[in-house]
Nanobody, 124 residues
Framework: QVQLVESGGGLVQAGASLRLSCAASGRTLSNYVMAWFRQAPGKEREFVVV????????YYADSVKGRFTVSRDNAKNTVYLQMNSLKPEDTAVYYC?????????????????WGQGTQVTVSS
């Protein structure tokens, strides 16, 4: 079992930056593909970014490409999401997810473990 806890969300103005963290416990993070998803009010949870076990591969949703950067520190069992140039449409609950298999990594069904989410609100 892997337990995931997100932090770092908050209320910011458009154009600001935030850094989200996802701390893992229970298992060594280096064994897992990690991802960030988000869910806006009234919408389905959507893929944001995925990072491979070593961090050598990353894939971003088009909507965040060039503004968001994912990274991981396996020694600290933590994954980060640096979000720059935030827009009101980035407002959502952001979830960290983990899987031990590189399969359907841009889809919710590809992940076994989920955090509880952290709220990000961007005002215009």
């Amino acid at each position: 079992q892997v337990q995931l806890v997100e932090s770092g969300g908050g209320l910011v103005q458009a154009g600001a930056s935030l850094r989200l963290s996802c701390a893992a416990s229970g298992r060594t993070l280096s064994n897992y593909v990690m991802a960030w998803f988000r869910q806006a009010p009234g919408k389905e949870r959507e893929f944001v970014v995925v990072i491979s076990e070593t961090g050598s591969a990353t894939y971003y949703a088009d909507s965040v490409k060039g503004r968001f950067t994912v990274s991981r520190d396996n020694a600290k069992n933590t994954v980060y999401l640096q979000m720059n140039s935030l827009k009101p449409e980035d407002t959502a609950v952001y979830y960290c997810a983990a899987t031990d298999t590189w399969y359907a990594v841009r889809e919710n069904r590809g992940y076994n473990y989920w955090g509880q989410g952290t709220q990000v609100t961007v005002s215009s």
